[in-house]
C-alpha cells in the first residue's frame, strides 16, 4: 500500500537532459509551511486543532520544520547541482570531478623567446644561466620576466653582421624595363629587339636607353619597352637573351598562278627574295602596325611566276598564220616555316615586313635583388674571421621590423651564413637585412631559489604545502605532456621526484605529487607514497609566472641583472608558445574526452583527442594514409597551430601508441579564403544588426573548444570542407535573413555542393576576411 506521504505535489519533478542548473529545490518556506498547513486536515490527530496564533506552540513546530525543509532542499540542490560538470559552479567543482576520472588540467604554459644580444668589446662575454630579461608593458599587461635556459658565451663578432644583396635568380612576373650592361648594347631608340626567355619569345620595341649606376657603381643602361613582357614562370637572367635584327625583307607581292603555293598561311610566308635565313633563325614578321617573334623551324625554296605564258600570232611573206607561245618567266625565292602560326592575312601583304638576321645585342645586367628569401645565399662580406665560440642560431631581420629566426652556420671562408630552413621562413625580408650571431632562448619565468615550505611530520599521512608565487612556470618540451615543470623539492637536502599519481607507488618510493587550483595557487602533497621524516625541511626551487599573453617585438630590452659585457638585448619577433591553464568550463568539455583514451590510443579519434589536449593545438584530424616521409602508410595527424608544436604532439602520441605503430605528425598549412554574403533583411529589423548577427553566426571568436562561428578554424579543422548547404542553413537560421542574395567563396558564386582546401591544409577566413552586406564580420 502506497505510504500518503509519498504523494506530494512539491515532490513532483521533471529533469531532463542538458539542463544548467537542476531544479533540485523541492519548495521555500511558504511553499512548505502552506502544505503542512493543508495537511493538518488529514491528520486523525491533529482533528480538533484549530489553533492559528503565532504564539501557539503548534504553529511553532510547523514553522520550525518549515524553515528545516527550505534549507534541506536548499542544500540538496546544491549537492545536486554540484554533482555535475555541467551545472556545478562552486570554485574547482569541475577540477575536483574530473579528478575522478584521472584527469589532470592543464597548466599555465610559458612563453619564449629568441633575444639578439650584443657584446661590448672584442673579448668574449660569458652569460650565466638564468640571466633576466624584462619587458616593458603591453596591452594593458604588466611586465613580464625571462630566463635564459643555460650559460652561453657571447661572439663580440657576431654582434651586427650587414647581410650583401644577392642577384635575382629569376626575372620579374612582369617587367618593362632592363638593364644592359653599358658598351655591350647594340640597338637604338624606336627598334624592334627580341627577348629569348629560355625559348620563349617576345617582341618589344625599345622606347628609350638610360644610362645609370647600379649601387655598386657598375655603368648600367636600361632599356624601356613600349609595352610590358611577361616571361614564363621562373625565367632566370642566364636563360635570357637580347637579340636585334640587322635586315629587313618583304613578302612576295604578286599573285601566284596556278599550282603555286599560298604567298601567306598561318604558318608559311614566301619572301620577295632569297635570303641567306636558316632553320631555328629568330625573325619578327611586323604588318598592320603589329609584330610578333618567330622562330623558322624549315628553309625551302618557292617558284612564283613573274610572267605567265604569251600566246603570239605570227604571219609569213605568204600570209600563212602561225601560233608560238611563250615559256613561263619564273623566279626562286625563300620560303619559310614558322614553329608558331601568324595571325596575320593576305590583307597585310603590302605592309607586310621581315626582319631577320638576329644576334646578341647586349649582356643582360643581372640586377640585385632587394629581398632576401629562404633558399637565397646570405652574404656576409664583413665576416672576416671565423667566431670563437659555435654558432647555430642566426638571427635575420630587416629595416621594417621583419624578422626571423633560424639554425645555420657561418662560414668565414666563403663570407657566408648558411641556414637549413628549419623552420620554414613564410616571408621575404626587405634589405638592408642584418645577421644577428648571438642569439639568446629566454623562457618566461622568474627563478626563486630555496624557498622553505615547512617541515616533515612522519607521523602525518598526508602532508600538503603551498608556494608562495604563482603560478608555477611550465616550459615546452616533447614529451607525452608537452611540458616540464621548473619546481624541484629538496626534502632534507635530498631532491624528491614529481609523480601524477600516488597510484602504484611503494611506500619507501620519495615522490610528491603536484595539483592546482583555479586561482592559480600551487599544492604540493606528500605522503601517497613516502612519508616526510620528522622534522626534515622541505625546500622548493622554482619559476613563476606563465600565460597566453606575449610581448610583442622589440619589447624585450632590460637586462634585468647586470652583466659584464652585455651592452643590449632585443626580441626581433613576438614571444611565442605561451597558454593560459584551463578554464572550468574547458575542464567540463576536455576532462570527459579524455575518457575516450584510457591511456591508450587505438583509432583516429582517440589521436586527435590527444593531440587537442596540448596547450596550443587550436584543431586536429588523423587519417590513415600515404606518409610521404616515411614511404608507407601511417597515421599522419595534421593538426592547426604553432610548427614548433609538432616534436611535443608527436611524442604524446608516441607515448599512448603501439610500439611500431607507424605516426606521422604534420602542422597544416593556412588556405587563404574569403566569403562575401549579400542578404534581403527583413524590413522590421536592423540592416546592420542583422549582418552583424549573420557574421557572428559564421566567425564568432572561439571562447571554448567546439565554440565559435561556423567558419573558424577550430571547426572545420584540417581538410575541412566547406558545404554550401551548411553555411546558407546558418546565414537564413538568422533572425530578420528575408533571402539570400548572393554568396561567394574566393571571388566565385558558390553553388557547388562544397570545397575543400589543398590537401592537409586549412581554411583560413580571417586571412581573406568574411563580409556580409559589406560589412566585416569578426
Not at 49 to 61: I, K, P, T, V
Not at 217 to 223: D, G, H, K, L, N
Not at 279 to 301: I, L, P, Q, S, Y
Not at 464 to 478: D, E, M
Request: aromatic share 6%.
Amino acid at each position: 500500500m502506497a505510504c500518503a506521504c509519498d504523494v506530494h505535489p512539491c515532490l513532483v519533478h521533471e529533469i531532463p537532459a542538458g539542463l544548467t542548473a537542476l531544479p533540485r529545490a523541492v519548495g521555500a518556506f511558504p511553499h512548505w509551511r502552506r502544505e503542512l498547513m493543508a495537511d493538518v486536515s488529514r491528520q486523525g490527530a491533529l482533528h480538533d486543532w484549530r489553533a492559528r496564533e503565532d504564539g501557539d506552540f503548534g504553529m511553532m513546530l510547523v514553522d520550525f520544520f518549515a524553515y528545516m525543509a527550505d534549507v534541506t532542499s536548499f542544500y540538496d540542490a546544491l549537492v545536486a547541482n554540484e554533482s555535475y560538470l555541467k551545472t556545478a559552479i562552486v570554485p574547482d567543482a569541475a577540477r575536483r570531478l574530473v579528478a575522478l576520472l584521472g584527469y589532470l588540467p592543464r597548466p599555465g604554459l610559458a612563453a619564449s623567446a629568441w633575444l639578439a644580444a650584443e657584446a661590448d668589446g672584442v673579448r668574449l662575454v660569458a652569460l650565466p644561466a638564468a640571466t633576466a630579461f624584462r619587458s616593458g608593458e603591453f596591452e594593458g599587461n604588466p611586465p613580464q620576466v625571462f630566463e635564459s635556459a643555460g650559460a652561453l658565451t657571447l661572439e663580440p663578432r657576431v654582434n651586427r653582421l650587414p647581410v650583401g644583396r644577392v642577384p635575382a635568380t629569376t626575372l620579374p612576373a612582369s617587367f618593362s624595363v632592363l638593364g644592359v650592361k653599358t658598351g655591350t648594347l647594340r640597338a637604338r631608340r624606336n627598334d624592334i629587339i627580341v627577348l629569348d626567355m629560355a625559348g620563349t619569345l617576345a617582341a618589344v620595341r625599345v622606347q628609350s636607353l638610360t644610362p645609370t649606376m647600379t649601387p655598386a657603381r657598375a655603368p648600367v643602361t636600361e632599356i624601356r619597352f613600349a609595352a610590358a613582357v611577361v616571361p614564363p614562370a621562373g625565367t632566370s637572367h642566364a636563360d635570357t637573351r637580347i637579340l636585334c635584327g640587322s635586315n629587313r625583307a618583304g613578302a612576295w607581292k604578286l599573285t601566284p598562278g596556278s599550282g603555286e603555293p599560298a604567298v601567306i598561311t598561318a604558318t608559311e610566308l614566301s619572301l620577295d627574295t632569297r635570303l641567306d635565313i636558316a632553320a631555328d633563325d629568330v625573325v619578327v614578321v611586323e604588318a598592320e602596325g603589329t609584330f610578333v617573334a618567330r622562330r623558322v623551324t624549315k628553309v625551302t625554296e618557292a617558284l612564283h611566276t613573274l610572267l605567265g605564258p604569251l600566246t603570239s600570232t605570227l604571219t609569213d611573206p605568204d600570209d600563212n598564220e602561225s601560233t608560238m607561245v611563250s615559256p613561263v618567266i619564273q623566279t626562286g625565292v625563300t620560303r619559310i616555316t614558322l614553329g608558331q602560326p601568324m595571325s596575320f592575312t593576305a590583307t597585310a601583304i603590302d605592309s607586310l615586313i621581315l626582319h631577320y638576321g638576329f644576334n646578341e645585342a647586349g649582356t643582360i645586367h643581372v640586377p640585385l635583388k632587394e629581398t632576401l628569401e629562404q633558399g637565397d645565399p646570405v652574404l656576409v662580406p664583413s665576416l672576416v674571421a671565423a667566431p670563437r665560440v659555435p654558432v647555430t642560431t642566426l638571427g635575420l631581420a630587416d629595416a621594417f621590423g621583419q624578422a626571423v629566426v633560424t639554425t645555420g652556420v657561418l662560414d668565414p671562408v666563403a663570407k657566408v651564413a648558411t641556414p637549413d630552413g628549419t623552420p620554414p621562413w613564410g616571408l621575404a625580408l626587405d634589405q638592408p637585412v642584418t645577421l644577428a650571431g648571438n642569439m639568446v632562448l629566454a623562457t618566461r619565468g622568474e627563478s626563486v631559489r630555496d624557498e622553505v615550505l615547512g617541515a616533515g611530520d612522519a607521523s602525518v599521512a598526508s602532508q600538503r604545502f603551498r608556494l608562495k608565487k604563482k603560478p608555477l612556470t611550465y616550459l615546452p618540451a616533447a614529451n607525452s605532456v608537452g611540458r616540464v615543470s621548473t619546481l624541484v623539492i629538496r626534502v632534507g637536502g635530498i631532491m624528491w621526484t614529481e609523480v601524477e599519481s600516488f597510484y602504484g607507488r611503494s611506500e619507501d618510493e620519495p615522490v610528491f605529487i603536484v595539483r592546482h587550483d583555479g586561482a592559480g595557487e600551487t599544492d604540493v602533497e606528500f605522503g601517497g607514497a613516502a612519508r616526510v621524516p620528522t622534522g626534515a625541511p622541505i625546500v622548493a626551487s622554482y619559476r613563476f609566472g606563465a600565460g597566453a599573453a606575449v610581448p610583442p617585438a622589440e619589447s624585450i630590452k632590460q637586462v634585468a641583472r647586470p652583466v659584464i659585457g652585455l651592452r643590449s638585448v632585443r626580441n626581433p619577433l613576438p614571444a611565442f608558445g605561451g597558454a593560459d591553464a584551463e578554464t572550468a568550463a574547458a575542464i567540463g568539455i576536455l576532462g570527459p574526452a579524455s575518457a575516450l583514451l584510457l591511456g591508450r590510443a587505438v583509432s583516429l579519434l582517440d589521436f586527435e583527442h590527444a593531440a587537442l589536449e596540448r596547450s596550443g593545438v587550436r584543431a586536429a584530424r588523423a587519417a590513415w594514409r600515404w606518409d610521404e616521409d616515411g614511404q608507407r602508410p601511417a597515421v599522419v595527424l595534421c593538426y592547426i597551430g604553432d610548427a614548433q608544436l609538432a616534436p611535443s604532439i608527436r611524442s604524446a602520441l608516441r607515448a599512448i601508441a603501439e610500439e611500431d605503430a607507424p605516426l606521422s605528425v604534420l602542422v597544416s598549412p593556412a588556405d587563404t579564403a574569403s566569403l562575401a554574403v549579400d542578404v534581403d533583411v527583413d524590413p522590421r529589423f536592423v540592416g546592420d544588426a542583422v549582418a552583424d548577427a549573420v557574421g557572428q553566426a559564421l566567425f564568432a571568436p572561439v571562447t571554448l573548444p567546439g565554440s565559435g562561428g561556423l567558419l573558424r578554424g577550430e571547426r572545420l579543422g584540417p581538410d575541412g570542407v566547406v558545404f554550401a548547404s551548411i553555411v546558407i542553413a546558418a546565414i537564413m537560421g538568422v533572425d530578420g535573413v528575408a533571402a539570400l542574395r548572393g554568396l561567394a567563396l574566393n571571388g566565385t558564386p558558390f553553388t557547388d555542393t562544397g570545397r575543400a582546401p589543398a590537401a592537409g591544409a586549412w581554411f583560413d577566413f580571417s586571412a581573406g576576411g568574411i563580409t556580409v552586406n559589406g560589412r566585416q564580420a569578426g
